[in-house]
């Protein structure tokens, strides 16, 4: 029996990338009406942004395929700043001040991309990646349980076998259909065969128009978005308002785009420009905030899709974001009549494809350190959000690379013919080592002679080099002789009086840097 395949490994098409971003933009649209409302503003703000984050990155961005749009880890910080910007300014100020924060943040985002630092997102270690990737699949499904409520009530009944049975019926299409052919994405079958099922058939179930209308919307039909600079006092007052909320968006905005880009990497095999990306998100929140968009960022969930659908190139993302603002303009009556249940049952099956299954295989195999942080990453992004799991979840993981590292340390001893006792070091001296490596030395009992050599150490950082500072002071004081041996030059210059305790061996001192900055800088020179 062939394993079925959520993630084909296939180059992309003109056909795939327009089908896939038709696809997308129906799941779209109750997404974003959604996250309108957790931000406290109005679902036709919320398309908005999703429209605006969309073309922008799919044009500009460095990761074709990735689709951006309003996404809930920005609107929950939306929802203060909102409330807040009303309360100072009246009614509607709050969504002033959010247009205003939105440029802010875009400008942050755009010099970290300027800055190339988005490559630092190669450093998330793979088991955070692992627990990212699983919490987001328990996010994703506890929010599909949302749609199971009319109002702030479950539904139940005949209401809730029929929303049940339709959600299976789009599981079994999306399943099967790959199997009679994938010239068409099984995604947009499901949805549109749903709908069809559910308007001829007169079927009662809750669609993308009553699921407005329950939130308190009318409908998603509009206009064009138009160009209104943010009216706000332009004073230092406003800029320390908006600030802190401009970082912290920009911040989760970055971390959860890039964990994104490193996810689509991983599922094609391809490989994503971050810096790139990081510069067109900035630009894509900029102009949402002179457009009248909530902007946001990468959207996960929807990047799967696409790309389960054969999305592969810009023009996926581009046709998704045209697509939405055609439904926005023209084809709200017919978007409006597309079944919950079937956006949900699309959802579901990104759910199954995005969660590490084989995290049940590896948990017993793996260090311990590297399954805590897993459970660590999984938790936080459950109990939080993404931005916070994946910070929370390098913390832990550094600080668990750091201790191991620290107890590597180690010093073999012995004493020559001619009396001179030698410590021989092993293992990187850093911050984290500087104790256990001062605890090796018998400065007390030592001979007036000792030689400390280096040639099987690493000095790291300014912790190590301040270590052996301190341990030639102690030698120092006890009147005894102390010679440093295959120290590098940089150590040299920072070890005090190092032209009278450093023995330098031109042909044997290896050439290499105390501190470095980025993976090419890993080399050693005889």
Not at 1 to 14: A, D, Q, S, Y
Not at 203 to 228: H, Y
Not at 318 to 336: C, E, H, K, S
Not at 385 to 403: E, N
Request: glycine content about 10%.
């Amino acid at each position: 029996m062939k394993r079925f395949k959520f993630i084909e490994k296939k180059n992309g098409n003109l056909k795939d990338d327009i089908l896939s971003g038709l696809t997308v933009a129906l799941a779209l649209v109750p997404e974003a009406v959604a996250f309108a409302f957790i931000a406290g503003v109005s679902p036709i703000v919320g398309l908005y942004g999703a429209f605006m984050m969309g073309i922008v990155t799919s044009i500009f961005g460095g990761r074709p395929g990735m689709i951006s749009g309003a996404t809930g880890a920005t609107a929950v910080v939306m929802v203060s700043l909102v409330k807040i910007g009303s309360d100072m300014g009246g009614e509607g100020a709050g969504l002033q001040y959010l247009f205003a924060t939105l440029l802010l943040a875009g400008f942050i985002q755009i010099l970290a991309g300027v800055f190339k630092l988005g490559k630092f997102v190669r450093l998330i270690p793979h088991p955070v990646m692992m627990g990212f990737v699983n919490g987001l699949a328990i996010v994703i499904f506890t929010a599909q349980l949302g749609m199971f409520k009319t109002g702030n009530e479950w539904m139940h009944g005949s209401q809730l076998y029929t929303m049940l049975g339709l959600v299976a019926l789009t599981m079994f299409i999306l399943y099967g259909f790959p199997k009679v052919t994938e010239k068409v994405p099984a995604a947009l079958v499901a949805i549109v065969s749903v709908t069809l099922l559910v308007i001829f058939g007169g079927i009662e179930t809750e669609t993308v128009l009553s699921f407005v209308q329950a939130k308190g919307g009318t409908g998603i039909e509009a206009g064009l978005p138009s160009f209104n600079f943010p009216m706000i006092p332009l004073n230092l007052e406003t800029l320390y308002f908006i600030a802190p909320y401009a970082a912290i968006i920009a911040a989760i905005g970055l971390i959860e785009s890039l964990m994104t880009l490193n996810l689509i990497d991983e599922l094609t095999e391809t490989h994503g420009n971050a810096n790139k990306e990081s510069i067109a998100q900035g630009a894509a929140n900029m102009v949402n905030g002179l457009f009248g968009g909530m902007g946001g960022c990468a959207m996960i969930g929807q990047s799967i899709i696409n790309i389960k659908s054969g999305g592969r190139g810009r023009t996926s993302g581009v046709v998704a974001a045209l697509a939405l603002l055609a439904f926005i303009l023209f084809g709200a009556t017919y978007i409006q009549m597309i079944p919950i249940a079937a956006l949900v049952g699309v959802m579901f099956m990104v759910v199954i494809g995005t969660f590490a299954w084989n995290t049940f295989n590896v948990m017993n195999k793996i260090p311990k350190s590297d399954a805590i942080v897993i459970l660590v990453v999984t938790v936080v992004t459950v109990m939080f959000d993404l931005a916070v799991a994946v910070v929370s979840g390098v913390i832990v993981a550094a600080l668990v690379f750091a201790w191991e590292n620290a107890v590597r340390i180690r010093t073999r001893k012995y004493i020559d013919d001619k009396g001179v006792k030698h410590y021989e070091v092993f293992g990187p001296l850093f911050f984290g080592s500087t104790q256990l490596f001062t605890s090796k030395f018998d400065v007390k009992n030592d001979p007036n002679e000792v030689i400390i050599d280096f040639a099987e150490s690493r000095v790291a950082d300014h912790s190590g080099i301040e270590a052996i500072n301190k341990l030639a002071q102690k030698y120092t004081a006890e009147g005894k002789s102390i010679h440093l041996r295959h120290l590098s030059a940089d150590c040299r210059k920072l070890i005090d009086k190092a032209d009278k305790i450093i023995d330098v061996n031109i042909m044997e001192d290896p050439e290499y840097i105390v501190a470095v900055d980025g993976f090419e800088d890993f080399t050693v020179k005889e």
